[in-house]
């Protein structure tokens, strides 16, 4: 646009000195150069560096020059305000999560007394694009990105009995078969025993469900997953795991052929082939609890008395998006998701799930507030973040330093 300008200002002294033939050349040139109308294109070339009288003062038209637009903005201050207390409350998601979610999660808001906005803002809220929302919460919007270490070791044992998975053999259409894995809060230092959560991720609907443990241990790993299975509003069908120990191990294997659960497992070294439950393991665990170390039953407590309201919050509140369909385009890839909606909406439209299970999560969900849930949620946040103080470090530095001294001197 500012080469166009830059040619119409310097080929229109020459337009306006010439006569009407070479008018025509000029002005066709201009046409070919910044492929103008010719209509618009003799505008400006005759109407740049012309003197105008609106008053008192002179005036000269340029065409660089972009006239400001002043027009009063149609989302005012009252609407962002609304807007910020509403994405503050949704785990700061971006627009085309919040957008479709507004209109139920203001009713409930409304219900529970937790959110009182004029008619007017209201019917704002409600037309608003996903765009506008991003577009007006940039400001308020700060990126943290944080990145973990993977701690998972290799298990021999019974591997080669548990297949590896293929999709062919999964419907991922059906709820019930889910991606399983342990997320390490270690603090960064992998010495010594610390707390492990926990992370089932239904594949069909996105529902989530995390329980914290002391440790990787075979038999807590073991107690754990039957307590989850307990929490899921649909029949567990299929299992997924990684390759370590804590999964790959006869207990577990046992047990999913006495249920008549499929189990499989994914291949070595490759992160994407559990990319649902990789996923939870940043947007649902480390959003929620970060990344610190955790190592004392005080705060595998604490954990679990957040993940029992976080499942509340995340399944019944949050809006996940599915990927649709992937296409590549030369180096680009064209991805496409399904409107955003929330796990527990995505096992209502499931015609696979019982009508008493569905009639069991609506008298469920009619209790529940967002709002309060993340109160709550916030205060074991900050209960939590009062156990990891300084003497968690230096025994960690301590454990590493007798590892260390173990490793160099096995004698």
Same mark, same amino acid.
């Given at each position: 646009?500012?080469?166009r300008?830059?040619?119409?200002?310097?080929?229109?002294?020459?337009?306006?000195?010439?006569?009407?033939k070479?008018?025509?050349?000029i002005?066709s040139?201009?046409?070919e150069?910044?492929?103008?109308?010719?209509?618009?294109a003799?505008?400006?070339?005759r109407?740049h560096?012309q003197?105008?009288?609106?008053?008192?003062?002179a005036?000269?038209v340029?065409?660089?020059?972009?006239?400001q637009?002043?027009?009063?903005?149609?989302?005012?201050e009252?609407?962002?305000?609304?807007?910020?207390?509403?994405?503050?409350?949704?785990?700061y998601i971006?627009?085309?999560?919040?957008?479709?979610?507004l209109?139920?999660?203001l009713?409930?808001?409304?219900?529970?007394?937790?959110?009182?906005?004029?008619r007017?803002?209201?019917q704002?809220?409600?037309?608003?694009?996903?765009?506008?929302?991003?577009?007006?919460?940039?400001?308020e919007?700060r990126?943290?990105?944080?990145?973990?270490?993977a701690?998972?070791?290799?298990?021999?044992?019974?591997?080669?009995?548990?297949?590896?998975?293929?999709?062919?053999?999964?419907?991922?259409?059906?709820?019930?078969?889910?991606?399983?894995?342990?997320?390490?809060h270690?603090g960064?230092v992998?010495a010594?025993?610390?707390?492990?959560?926990?992370?089932?991720?239904d594949?069909?609907?996105?529902w989530?469900?995390t329980?914290?443990? +002391? &440790? #990787?241990?075979?038999?807590?790993?073991?107690? @754990? *997953?039957?307590?989850?299975?307990?929490?899921?509003?649909?029949? =567990?069908?299929?299992?997924?795991?990684?390759?370590?120990s804590?999964?790959?191990?006869?207990?577990?294997?046992?047990?999913?052929?006495?249920?008549?659960?499929?189990?499989?497992?994914?291949?070595?070294?490759?992160?994407n082939?559990?990319?649902?439950?990789e996923?939870?393991?940043?947007?649902?665990v480390?959003?929620?609890?970060?990344?610190?170390?955790?190592?004392?039953?005080?705060?595998?407590?604490?954990?679990?008395?957040?993940?029992?309201?976080?499942?509340?919050?995340?399944?019944?509140?949050l809006?996940?998006?599915?990927?649709?369909?992937?296409e590549?385009?030369?180096s680009?890839?064209?991805k496409?998701?399904?409107?955003?909606?929330?796990?527990?909406?995505?096992?209502l439209?499931s015609?696979l799930?019982?009508?008493?299970?569905?009639?069991?999560? +609506? &008298? #469920?969900?009619a209790t529940?507030?967002?709002? @309060? *849930?993340?109160?709550?949620?916030?205060r074991?946040?900050?209960? =939590?973040?009062?156990?990891?103080?300084?003497?968690?470090?230096?025994?960690?530095?301590?454990?590493?330093?007798v590892?260390?001294?173990q490793r160099?001197?096995?004698?």
């Open positions: 646009m500012q080469q300008q830059a040619v119409v200002a310097k080929m229109a002294s020459r337009y306006q000195r010439s006569r009407k070479e008018k025509s050349v002005l040139e201009l046409v150069l910044t492929e103008y109308s010719r209509v618009y003799r505008r400006v070339l109407q560096g003197r105008i009288k609106p008053g008192k003062q005036l000269v340029d065409v660089r020059l972009r006239p637009r002043h027009r009063a903005p149609f989302y005012d009252k609407v962002k305000a609304v807007l910020i207390k509403i994405w503050r409350m949704m785990d971006c627009g085309k999560r919040l957008q479709p979610a209109p139920e999660l009713t409930v808001l409304e219900r529970h007394n937790e959110l009182r906005c004029d007017l803002t209201k704002k809220l409600l037309r608003i694009s996903a765009a506008t929302i991003d577009r007006l919460l940039r400001p919007r990126k943290h990105e944080l990145r973990g270490q701690r998972t070791k290799p298990g021999t044992l019974l591997k080669h009995q548990i297949p590896i998975r293929t999709f062919a053999e999964w419907n991922e259409q059906q709820p019930g078969f889910g991606e399983i894995d342990l997320v390490g270690d960064g992998a010594g025993e610390y707390c492990q959560t926990l992370d089932l991720t594949v069909a609907t996105t989530t469900e329980m914290a443990v +002391r &440790n #990787k241990a075979q038999a807590r790993v073991f107690e @754990a *997953l039957q307590k989850v299975r307990k929490n899921l509003p649909f029949p =567990l069908l299929g299992l997924d795991s990684d390759n370590g804590e999964f790959i191990n006869d207990e577990l294997l046992r047990y999913c052929k006495q249920e008549r659960i499929s189990f499989t497992r994914s291949r070595p070294y490759r992160k082939d559990s990319c649902f439950v996923q939870k393991n940043y947007s649902i480390r959003r929620a609890v970060g990344y610190a170390r955790y190592d004392t039953e005080e705060q595998c407590q604490l954990l679990n008395e957040l993940y029992s309201y976080l499942r509340l919050y995340t399944n019944f509140f809006p996940t998006m599915k990927l649709k369909s992937k590549r385009v030369g680009r890839v064209k496409r998701y399904d409107q955003a909606l929330t796990p527990y909406q995505r096992v439209q015609k799930v019982s009508k008493a299970k569905k009639e069991q999560l +609506r &008298n #469920k969900y529940l507030n967002p709002a @309060a *849930l993340k109160r709550k949620l916030e074991v946040q900050q209960r =939590l973040a009062k156990t990891t103080n300084k003497t968690n470090w230096r025994e960690c530095a301590r454990m590493v330093a590892t260390t001294a160099t001197n096995p004698f």
